[in-house]
């Protein structure tokens, strides 16, 4: 093995700890927000609320998380490993009221589908929007 690759695939492992430290740390952080004031919203969408508006205050800079994020993401099969051994687990329950089980998950991954296209069109759509501001109102230099 190369030892030029090493310190690279060290450098990005330390760099997604880091960064899903700090996502877990946000999550905690949503967790006791969550307990002290009874909401009825979940901690991790909590996180979430936290994670944006830092990102748009300018508080967290994207690239403090988005490895992590990215990791995340592409181990996210991993989390539906739950979901098939407890239909495997209650094969009766599955086949005497699967239907409604099917239609509740079907409704549900139809409704987070629409959800997730519309907030990737407008983060686009925002993003672009941005991205024109910077490049047309550009920095002006100081002159010694």
């Not at 403090?64 to 239909?87: A, N, R």
């Not at 519309?118 to 925002?126: A, E």
Request: hydrophobic share 55%; proline share 3%; charged share 10%.
């Amino acid at each position: 093995m190369s030892t030029s690759i090493l310190p690279t695939k060290l450098r990005h492992l330390v760099q997604v700890l880091l960064q899903l430290s700090l996502l877990i740390v946000i999550w905690w952080i949503a967790s006791i927000i969550q307990q002290q004031f009874n909401l009825p919203i979940s901690a991790g969408v909590i996180g979430l609320l936290l994670v944006l508006l830092a990102l748009l205050s300018g508080i967290f800079n994207l690239q403090w998380i988005k490895t992590g994020s990215d990791f995340i993401l592409g181990e996210l099969v991993l989390l539906f490993i739950p979901c098939v051994v407890g239909i495997i687990k209650y094969k009766n329950l599955f086949l005497t009221q699967g239907w409604q089980l099917v239609l509740a998950v079907s409704i549900g991954t139809i409704c987070v589908m629409v959800a997730t296209a519309y907030s990737v069109y407008v983060g686009f759509k925002l993003e672009a929007l941005l991205k024109q501001k910077l490049h047309s109102n550009p920095p002006m230099k100081q002159e010694k």
